[in-house]
């Protein structure tokens, strides 16, 4: 099994529940459209080509670091990669999201589903090694796209509010349902499991459209494929898992038995009844709403201190955003918030 790197680095420790001076703090969407550093390396490069090209992914990567001083960075990548890499017609659309050419709809589509190898994605790999080099005592963290959200995406064709047709399969049709998020569960296990492997000191499991569920169809339909994931990365390393998911304030404690070290929280639940409804098992992460940055100083500096005293009731307490930066957000403002957590210490 694979140790996890830089151990005592604030973010494993505190997604162990270790005692930190303070809170290790990074942002969701950190490396992205809010830096002006991003758009230009961008500029002329489609988000899958950036993806594949580990020296860019590394320069991506390692950008609000240097900017911002965060104590994580986060892989630049997508959560459709992936499904990319082993042969579905995904295109990234910019300002819509991924869109899938012939979306998922009968047992017949689960032949273009095939399992996922390292030896599909060799770029994230070299990414991945070239990026834990160059940060030196900063960790990283990996990620993926959890079973449910993927799995809206194939059967969709795209990003949905109402998800019609996931929960149309999901209740029409569970068998095709379980088959098709067995093997998205393989996807995402191994791709973390990879970016772990390759040095990534933690993962994170996004499952941003979960929270249009209902409790008890999320435990029946859902969880069993994200423990497959989380699990699948336990298995094999003892990196911390992150379980983060939106609008998901009634599944916190099933999220967090799908396999979880720490729990995201998104902004509409307060650190405060998360670890009430979680209990003394998990470490929790955010939750700013992202858009307090755009409010005056004294109003974010107080809901700063606010979520980080907050954060100091829980077992351990990872700060971020309740979802990610949004792209007019001002990178000074940022840096500032970093700087403020850096200071509250115990």
């Known amino acids: 099994m694979n140790a996890s790197p830089l151990a005592d680095s ?42 594949r090209d580990p020296e860019l992914t590394t320069e991506i990567t390692l950008q609000p670091v240097r900017r911002h001083g965060v104590d994580a960075a986060i892989f630049f990548s997508d959560i459709v990669v992936p499904l990319a890499a082993v042969g579905v017609d995904v ?13 998922f709809r009968t047992r017949a589509d689960l032949d273009r589903l095939p399992a996922l190898t390292a030896e599909h994605v ?11 080099a160059e940060l030196g005592d900063t960790p990283l963290i990996g990620f993926a796209g959890a079973p449910f959200t993927l799995a809206s ?42 970016q772990a492997q390759a040095g990534a000191s933690a993962v994170q499991l996004f499952d941003s459209w979960v929270g249009a ?63 009430d409804r979680l209990g003394p098992s998990y470490a929790v992460q955010g939750n700013l709403d992202p858009a307090l940055l755009f409010a005056p100083w004294e109003v974010l500096e107080r809901e700063v201190r606010r979520i980080v005293d907050e954060g100091r009731q829980a077992p351990g307490h990872v700060f971020n955003l309740g979802h990610g930066v949004l792209p007019a957000t001002d990178p000074s403002v940022l840096t500032r918030v970093v700087e403020l957590v850096h200071s509250l210490g115990q």
């Open 122 to 132: 060799p770029y994230v790999v070299e990414a991945v090694r070239q990026t834990v």
């Open 153 to 194: 995406y194939l059967v969709e064709g795209g990003p949905s509010k109402s998800h019609e047709r996931t929960k149309a399969m999901m209740y029409g049709d569970p068998q095709l349902w379980h088959d098709l998020c067995d093997r998205l569960a393989q996807i995402a296990g191994t791709y973390m499991t990879v």
């Open 10 to 51: 604030l973010l494993v420790r505190a997604a162990r529940r270790q005692p930190v001076p303070r809170p290790p703090v990074w942002f969701m969407r950190q490396a992205g459209r809010s830096l002006p550093e991003y758009r230009a390396v961008r500029e002329g490069t489609t988000m899958f080509e950036a993806c």
């Open 213 to 275: 569920l209902p409790r008890r169809v999320y435990e029946s339909c859902v969880q069993e494929h994200s423990r497959r994931a989380l699990g699948m990365v336990a298995e094999a390393t003892d990196v911390p898992r992150i379980h983060f998911g939106v609008g998901t304030g009634e599944l916190l404690h099933l999220m967090g038995e799908a396999g979880a070290d720490v729990v995201g929280v998104d902004y509409r639940v307060s650190l405060l009844d998360a670890v």
């Open 91 to 103: 295109d990234l659309v910019a300002g819509v999201g991924p869109v899938v050419a012939e979306p």
